[in-house]
């Protein structure tokens, strides 16, 4: 079967770096996303990591190492406006389905 | 403005009423799936669609249909709503053929679904 294991809750204050933590067993990796939704909102996506490595996207880095089956998002600068919660998500691509973790809500204080 | 649509955004229903969820895109995306979110088991696939008329289950499509008559179209159906059926719905689409793969789910607003 397919599993994702992330935190369930992060706390930061503002300025601050956080990473959060993502480990996946599947059966047909085929690349690795991060998704934000804030409360009552659509994920909208942040990153996409089909190979290892670092990706960076202005604030926001994610990195994959496939033979560990382990990413991360990281944030740096943090904003209140980050506080929400972050998914990420295992594309199998022999199939095309997406599995989701539980998602970790990040909370931002000041 | 690109963007995936989903109407009702809040239904209210009883068991057994036949209900559809439309969803559709404007982005000329292959790919389109339904997701449902419940607290505490983030979302999970219920149908995707690669192309049209070519669907397939995703982990949770027990008491769901689909169809794909047109690209742009993914309506979602529930022909006899159960009360564990309650659950907040999104659909997305995405584009994942060749150099338009960039991985990237495209949601919808979501629809709140309350089956009584």
């Known amino acids: 079967g397919q599993s994702l294991e992330q935190p369930s809750e992060v706390t930061a204050v503002e300025g601050a770096i956080v990473q959060i933590n993502c480990t996946y067993q599947?059966?047909?990796?085929?690349?690795l996303s991060w998704y934000q939704q804030h409360d009552g909102g659509a994920p909208t996506f942040l990153s996409y990591n089909a190979l290892d490595g670092l990706e960076e996207t202005g604030r926001f880095s994610s990195f994959l190492s496939r033979s560990d089956s382990y990413g991360y998002l990281l944030l740096q600068e943090l904003q209140m406006k980050d506080s929400a919660s972050y998914f990420c998500a295992v594309r199998d691509g022999d199939f095309n389905k997406f599995y989701f973790g539980s998602g970790t809500k990040l909370n931002v204080k000041p | 403005e690109a963007q995936v649509t989903q109407n009702p955004r809040y239904l209210i229903t009883v068991t057994g009423k036949k209900l559809t969820v439309t969803c559709s895109q404007n982005?000329?995306?292959?790919?389109m799936s339904w997701y449902r979110q419940d607290p505490g088991l983030g979302l999970r696939q219920i149908y995707y669609s690669m192309n049209v008329e070519v669907t397939d289950k995703g982990d949770v499509p027990e008491g769901y249909k689909v169809s794909r008559k047109e690209k742009r179209n993914f309506p979602l159906i529930l022909e006899s709503p159960s009360p564990n059926q309650t659950s907040l719905y999104f659909c997305?689409?995405?584009?994942?053929?060749?150099?338009?793969?960039?991985?990237?789910?495209?949601f919808g607003e979501g629809s709140r679904l309350t089956v009584l």
């Open positions: 997305a689409s995405g584009a994942f053929i060749g150099r338009a793969d960039t991985g990237e789910l495209f």
């Open positions: 982005m000329n995306h292959e790919y």
């Open positions: 599947t059966s047909g990796f085929y690349g």
